[in-house]
């Protein structure tokens, strides 16, 4: 049996019914009544929903509300059952999984090209024109496609970089020659500050905005994405289950539905781009297109975000101020919340690396006692000190 065969007979009989879990989930504690529901859900066959569409802002795109984010799935065959099933809307980079991401999607796209929007991202520490240029010609190649619908610049450690002349011209260039046909923006350190400089750009120069944004999100940064979206930017929600980490919390069950229903509930979001490695997880993120957010949803996220209080980084970057040696605390996090909560060693060790040494939590080492403070009750030297064990 081929592996497309694998996965379509697993499709037809194994599982969770993803949507009915979700609900029940969250109407109960306990491992005994969490087996009972795992078990008639084993049992029922699983039924894709139909697709839900918004309007990604001024792109005009018509997009799935649930897009595939494919940076966890060393498998074509994952993203082309979700693309039969009516998402329409890929994330990659070449950052992730050294390049190869870009390959596997690209498997992914052949016969689903003129169906689909694919998304990828320039590499965090290019900014030449020529460089950029280089850097978009290798992901058309890897992707076998001769255009991308969105590249985004990603805005990570320096908001200033939107607004640099080159990294501008070739977008430019590259859009003249058909290889691109929207611009966008990614960003996860200083979300709120990022988006209302891409709204507030008078050039209308980025199409789209991915950022970081949960129900942890503060109203700050809602309200920055009301104001972007009313400017007609398309705003994309990444880190939409902060950080996938596992609880037992909830007796074992999932909040990440809840938690993608909460993103989706904004209308000003055109869609979320949940990570998804396999077909169960591929089920539980598509079941909630659709599905509006209930009162025992926001139950499940008070006990969830109870739970993942002590580890989840916002990326705000506010804590930086305090450190005088220019420790980048929010991306050291984001490379443990890629470790810890995506359980994705490769993704987390190469964000890591991107940082300069001086920035990393190596820089710790010779500082008596830490001055940077979190808003949101983070222990830093702890979180530093477990970047150290799993990096040096
Ligand atoms: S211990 Fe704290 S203040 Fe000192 S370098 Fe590290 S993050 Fe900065
Ligand atoms: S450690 Fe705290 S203050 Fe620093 S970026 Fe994370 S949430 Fe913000």
Redesign the pocket.
């Known amino acids: 049996m081929s592996q497309r065969d694998k996965l379509i007979e697993m499709n037809r009989r194994d599982f969770l019914h993803i949507g009915l879990m979700g609900a029940t989930s969250t109407l109960m504690g306990g491992n005994a009544l969490a087996e009972a529901v795992q078990e008639y859900a084993e049992k029922a066959p699983f039924t894709f929903p139909p697709p839900v569409y918004r309007t990604l802002g001024r792109t005009g795109l018509k997009v799935s509300v649930v897009g595939f984010g494919a940076m966890l799935t060393p498998e074509p065959e994952v993203i082309r059952v979700a693309f039969e099933h009516g998402v329409n809307y890929v994330n990659t980079s070449r950052k992730y999984m050294a390049g190869k991401n870009e390959e596997i999607v690209g498997k992914a796209l052949q016969g689903f090209r003129h169906k689909v929007f694919v998304a990828t991202k320039i590499q965090t520490e290019l900014n030449t024109k020529e460089a950029i240029i280089k850097d978009v010609e290798a992901s058309l190649k890897a992707l076998g496609t001769d255009y991308i619908d969105i590249i985004q610049l990603d805005a990570n450690a320096d908001k200033e970089r939107i607004f640099r002349a080159e990294p501008r011209e070739a977008f430019t260039l590259l859009k003249k020659q058909g290889k691109i046909r929207f611009c966008g923006a990614a960003v996860h350190?200083n979300p709120t500050d990022v988006v209302n400089a891409v709204a507030a750009d008078p050039s209308r120069f980025f199409d789209t905005i991915l950022v970081s944004y949960n129900f942890k999100s503060g109203k700050e940064l809602t309200d920055a994405i009301t104001r972007a979206a009313e400017t007609g930017l398309g705003i994309i929600a990444m880190k939409s289950q902060v950080g996938g980490y596992a609880t037992t919390a909830l007796g074992g069950l999932s909040p990440h539905q809840a938690a993608l229903k909460w993103v989706l509930n904004n209308p000003h979001i055109a869609l979320a781009i949940p990570g998804m490695k396999d077909l169960v997880e591929l089920k539980e993120n598509i079941a909630v297109m659709g599905v509006p957010l209930r009162a025992a949803d926001q139950r499940t996220l008070r006990i969830y975000g109870a739970a993942v209080q002590p580890y989840?980084?916002?990326?705000?970057?506010?804590?930086?101020e305090g450190c005088p040696r220019g420790v980048e605390?929010?991306t050291v996090?984001r490379s443990l919340m890629y470790a810890q909560g995506y359980r994705n060693p490769e993704l987390a060790g190469a964000t890591y690396r991107e940082l300069p040494a001086s920035a990393t939590a190596a820089t710790c080492l010779d500082c008596s006692a830490c001055t940077?403070?979190?808003?949101?009750?983070?222990d830093?030297s702890a979180?530093m000190a477990q970047a150290r064990q799993l990096w040096g």
């Open positions: 350190k989840y980084c916002h990326l705000c970057g506010s804590c930086e605390i929010s996090n940077a403070r979190c808003i949101n009750g983070l830093i979180k």
